[in-house]
């Protein structure tokens, strides 16, 4: 089930603030720290790591492994990179996403895992989440409910570390100030590469849905029906060619 079904049918508006942030904050130092604190929200974990690999020109190997941040607690040392237990599996992958799952061998030194993996070309995009050893192994349902967010969480890692690349610095700051936010910002950023056109309204409301906004909420503030905002939001997400939150999210990071 992916985030679409899955929310459309049970609204977290705390989640969609989150997932605002965590849009907002894409090429910030802050980036894994707030798909940390989304992740740990929806599926308790200890730490989180972000890394793009990139394979040699024969792809039978990786010539390079970028730490695209890291939160929770700090690790226990680990072998090289290099060595790692699912190498063969990322470097070997077809499909777009593959999804790992690695119980701790030694008590004392590994970790419950779940690894999170997206493809293109000859580039590999990674999310690491980790349970210490002490702590339960993830759940079928835990490791269902990743799955269901790394439809959004692996588009933006993507995101993420272009915006690294092109070295932009960012400050990561709160989405709640609209008008001096970031996310207003890069909205108004994407909305120019895709030469798309929104009226003020539709920009109103795909910012409010963006930052956790309700439809009753908007409603109030721009002093409205409901009836209009969810017209606004047809409006807005036919331009765009998305569907909803989530389709939204997804085109914010460039997906």
Same mark, same amino acid.
């Given at each position: ?96 996403? +593959?999804?790992?799952?690695?119980? #701790?061998?030694?008590? !004392? *030194? ?6 999170? &993996?997206? %493809? $293109? /070309? ?26 269901? +967010?790394?439809?959004?969480?692996? #588009?933006?890692?993507? !995101? *993420? ?6 070295? &932009?610095? %960012? $400050? /990561? ?47 109030? %503030? ?34």
């Amino acid at each position: 089930m992916k985030l679409t079904a899955s929310l459309e049918h049970r609204p977290d508006p705390q989640l969609y603030l989150q997932l605002g942030e965590l849009i907002a904050s894409s090429g910030a130092n802050g980036f894994a720290e707030q798909m940390f604190h989304l992740v740990d929200a929806q599926v308790p974990v200890h730490r989180l790591e972000l890394s793009e690999w990139t394979l040699d020109p024969r792809q039978t190997s990786i010539s390079r492994i970028k730490l695209l941040g890291s939160a929770g607690a700090e690790p226990p040392p680990s072998a090289d990179a290099l060595r790692h237990p699912l190498l063969q599996s990322i470097i070997q992958m077809k499909d777009p996403l +593959l999804i790992e799952f690695k119980a #701790p061998a030694n008590a !004392h *030194h590994s970790a419950h895992q779940c690894h999170l &993996v997206s %493809r $293109s /070309g000859d580039r590999r995009w990674v999310i690491c989440f980790h349970r210490l050893p002490t702590q339960r192994a993830f759940t079928l349902a835990e490791l269902s409910q990743l799955k269901t +967010l790394s439809d959004t969480l692996l #588009p933006l890692v993507e !995101h *993420h570390g272009q915006r690294l690349g092109q070295s &932009v610095q %960012r $400050s /990561g700051s709160p989405v709640s100030d609209l008008d001096n936010g970031s996310l207003r910002h890069s909205f108004t950023e994407r909305l120019a590469q895709e030469a798309v056109k929104l009226s003020s309204r539709e920009q109103e409301v795909c910012l409010g849905l963006l930052t956790g906004g309700t439809v009753p909420e908007m409603a109030q %503030r721009l002093n409205v029906k409901n009836s209009s905002i969810e017209t606004y939001l047809k409006r807005a997400t036919a331009k765009l060619r998305v569907s909803g939150r989530h389709g939204l999210a997804k085109w914010m990071a460039g997906a």
